[in-house]
Structure formats: C-alpha cells, structure tokens
C-alpha cells in the first residue's frame, strides 16, 4: 500500500514520539547509570557510617573496661601479696588485658573495612560523574582506570580483589595505613 505525503508524516510523528528513536544511542545506559549508580553510592555511605559508629562505639566500651582493670589493678596492689584470692585476681586481669588488646586489635579491621568502603564510595561517586563522557572510551581509556583506581588503594585485599585474586580470611596482624 503506497503511503501518501500524509502518511510518511504520520509515521515521521510517530517516530519523533517515539523516546527510543530520538535518544542517543547511549541514553538508556547513561539514564539507568544516572538511576541506580547514586543509589549504590548512598548505600555504600551508609554502611560505611553504621560501621564507623559501630566501632566508634565498641572503642568507647573498650576505654571503659580498660579503666576498669586499672581500678582492678590498684585494688589487687591494695590487697595482701600472699592471699590466694589475690593471685586469682592477678590472673583474670592479666586474662583481661590479653582480651581487651586481642579485641582491639579486631577493631583495626573494622577500621580497614570502613577505609575499603570510602575508597570504594568516592570510586563509585567520581564514576558516575564520569561516565556520561565516556561513550567513546577505548581500552587504554579502560585501563587507565583501572590503574587509577588500583593506585588509591590501601591494603593487600583490595589489590588482590582488584586482579581477581582471593582474598582469604584477613590477616592476625594489624596494618597502620
């Protein structure tokens, strides 16, 4: 059936209506990044705040029961050197030392964590500005950002992570970075 002026003018209408003929290419990823990209980084946001205040908190609990076994110390230098109980008390603040140091120490890791989440947020954040100019990016583009963020990078599993290399449990050691 030809198709009249009338008819190539529909269909041109129809067409510029038409959200997907208009577009960029590119448009549908651009506004689905644009979408979900700030969305992830919020999320991200937020456990990283739960758990910096999470340790915050337990760090405050620890100075607590430190200031505890130093009043238990002062008391047991208070108490009769030979007493039986005396010795008994010795132990268990010893014990309670050893605990609190072991526990503080597994903090480090929520610390470690929380730096891995605001790498990981600022990241995502500078990403999803970028992204709208990078409809013509190549592979040195490409690998331009993977070395830029392989640089920002503060510990071992996030270097291993990056390379798809396992990661393991986290070492009994604590990094200072």
């Not at 990283?48 to 430190?66: H, N, Y």
């Not at 132990?91 to 503080?104: D, K, M, P, T, Y």
């Not at 891995?116 to 040195?140: V, W």
Request: glycine share 6%.
């Amino acid at each position: 059936m030809p198709q009249g002026r009338g008819g190539t003018l529909m269909s041109r209408r129809q067409q510029s209506a038409s959200p997907a003929a208009s577009a960029p290419p590119d448009a549908g990823i651009t506004l689905m990044t644009a979408t979900v990209l700030p969305i992830w980084t919020r999320q991200l946001r937020a456990i990283q705040d739960t758990v910096q205040g999470g340790a915050v908190d337990l760090l405050s609990c620890f100075a607590g029961i430190m200031g505890l076994q130093d009043l238990l110390d002062s008391e047991i230098k208070a108490m009769p050197a030979d007493a039986a109980h005396t010795l008994a008390l010795q132990q268990l603040s010893q014990e309670l030392a050893l605990q609190c140091e072991r526990a503080l120490v597994g903090l480090q890791f929520g610390d470690r964590a929380t730096q891995m989440l605001d790498i990981l947020h600022d990241d995502t954040q500078r990403f999803s500005q970028e992204l709208p100019n990078m409809a013509h990016a190549d592979a040195a583009e490409a690998q331009a950002w993977l070395d830029a963020l392989e640089a920002r990078y503060t510990t071992d599993e996030q270097r291993d992570s990056h390379h798809g290399e396992s990661t393991g449990p986290p070492h009994n050691n604590v990094e200072f970075f």
